[in-house]
């Protein structure tokens, strides 16, 4: 069948085209993907073409598709999996295969996120990284890749228990700081944090944009974490004199953190977040720097003294991603903090390119028209043109400016997509 996607031949070139998928086999699936939210890591990828660890050599002969944070439709299935998924259910992916450096997005020339009709292969459901759900919409699927990743960090952190017993996960009752937290990851972790079984007193948020901070504090609001019973706090740390003793007062015993999250690969922001922890504190280093060689200094007594400890985690399981599907569903987070921009499959190949320059969080496609990628807070400027934005707008309005399943149920309305 022809198809419509992005595909990836080499260090930035990446290309929107029609192609050919081969009938699937008996170990595969066909589906019909919906939506799929660009990461930066597929930036990181098309700046690398070749040379990224997860892109085959030969992919100039053999181009992949490119995007991992995808869902939709199962449209035919395979006979060898017949007894477990049928045509017409929703799927779900987890693009981080146990045991194998291939990725959907990455790695497969018939399998990703960025084209109309894709074919998942027998290695990645049989590892079980394919899978159904139930849920009124298909970009909560889609972002819950970065929420995996969100949900994989708090577990990721541990405490420890006379002396030399690890409890894993972020410490229950206990102070979060959350650095850089303003951006589409972090805002997704804050959410985390008012659902958590192991839920913080108390969560401090920084950044050093007055317009991020208002903002974030509109979409998961001070009020909204005390009704959940969690002390929210959003800072900015270029108003602080000494933001590493300023930060710890914040903390709920003033003496430091228990958990420190740093979302952006920034020398200073690493070394505040090793400053402000206290005794037994864990920092994540979550952001992913891009250079192989950075570094920051730490205080190595406090690490012998106070116990403090630095790890970083990235990717998530396949029950991290179960859960942020799950917890979506149910309305415990809201996946769509992340979301700041929407367009269709014409928009992938400019937005990607350029992602690291267009402001905002998210950006997500939606695979099965074309639509420029377009801000929801600007979505009326589209109106001239087709007075149905100014329907759409009003809508997210009506989700204080967040994208919503009603929202992504009219856009299909309007363009026809069943």
């Given at each position: 069948m022809k198809v419509k996607g992005v595909?990836?031949?080499?260090?930035?070139?990446?290309?929107?085209?029609?192609?050919?998928l081969p009938e699937i086999k008996d170990d595969e699936i066909l589906v019909k993907v919906m939506s799929d939210s660009i990461c930066m890591s597929t930036w990181k990828m098309v700046k690398q073409g070749a040379n990224h660890k997860r892109v085959p050599a030969d992919v100039a002969d053999h181009p992949v598709i490119i995007g991992h944070e995808f869902a939709g439709d199962i449209v035919k299935v395979g006979k060898k999996w017949q007894d477990q998924f049928k045509p017409g259910q929703k799927f779900a992916q987890q693009p981080a295969i146990p045991g194998q450096a291939e990725s959907p997005g990455y790695s497969y020339t018939q399998c990703g996120g960025a084209a109309t009709y894709c074919i998942f292969p027998n290695d990645i459901i049989e590892a079980g990284c394919l899978w159904t759900y139930e849920g009124d919409s298909y970009f909560e699927s889609s972002v819950a890749e970065p929420m995996c990743c969100v949900i994989c960090g708090y577990k990721t952190n541990y405490h420890t228990k006379d002396r030399y017993e690890h409890v894993m996960g972020t410490k229950k009752g206990g102070s979060i700081a959350i650095l850089g937290g303003c951006g589409p990851m972090g805002l997704g972790a804050v959410s985390y944090a008012l659902a958590t079984d192991n839920k913080p007193a108390k969560v401090v948020v920084t950044d050093v944009d007055d317009a991020k901070l208002a903002r974030a504090n509109e979409v998961i609001s001070v009020?909204?974490?005390?009704?959940?019973?969690?002390?929210?706090?959003?800072?900015?740390?270029?108003?602080?004199?000494?933001?590493?003793?300023?930060?710890?007062?914040?903390?709920?015993?003033?003496?430091g953190f228990d958990d420190v999250f740093v979302y952006v690969p920034i020398k200073s922001v690493a070394e505040l977040?090793?400053?402000?922890?206290?005794?037994?504190?864990?920092?994540?280093?979550?952001?992913?720097?891009?250079?192989?060689?950075?570094s920051a200094e730490i205080n190595l007594y406090d690490c012998h003294y106070n116990s403090t400890r630095i790890l970083g985690s990235t990717g998530g399981s396949i029950d991290d991603m179960k859960e942020a599907i799950n917890r979506a569903a149910k309305k415990e987070i809201k996946p769509s903090v992340m979301i700041t921009h929407v367009g269709g499959i014409n928009s992938i190949v400019d937005t990607t390119m350029n992602l690291p320059d267009i402001p905002g969080g998210k950006k997500l496609t939606y695979l099965q028209f074309d639509m420029p990628m377009t801000a929801i807070a600007d979505l009326r400027n589209?109106?001239?043109?087709?007075?149905?934005?100014?329907?759409?707008?009003?809508?997210?309005?009506?989700h204080n400016g967040l994208w919503s399943a009603e929202a992504e149920q009219a856009l299909f309305a309007h363009y026809g997509v069943k």
């Open positions: 595909r990836l031949y080499g260090k930035d070139d990446i290309r929107l085209e029609e192609f050919e009020e909204e974490a005390k009704e959940k019973g969690v002390e929210l706090i959003y800072i900015n740390t270029a108003d602080m004199k000494d933001p590493a003793e300023e930060l710890k007062a914040l903390s709920v015993d003033g003496k977040g090793n400053q402000i922890l206290g005794y037994d504190g864990c920092m994540n280093l979550f952001a992913g720097p891009t250079d192989p060689n950075f589209l109106a001239d043109e087709d007075p149905f934005f100014n329907e759409l707008a009003d809508i997210c309005d009506r």
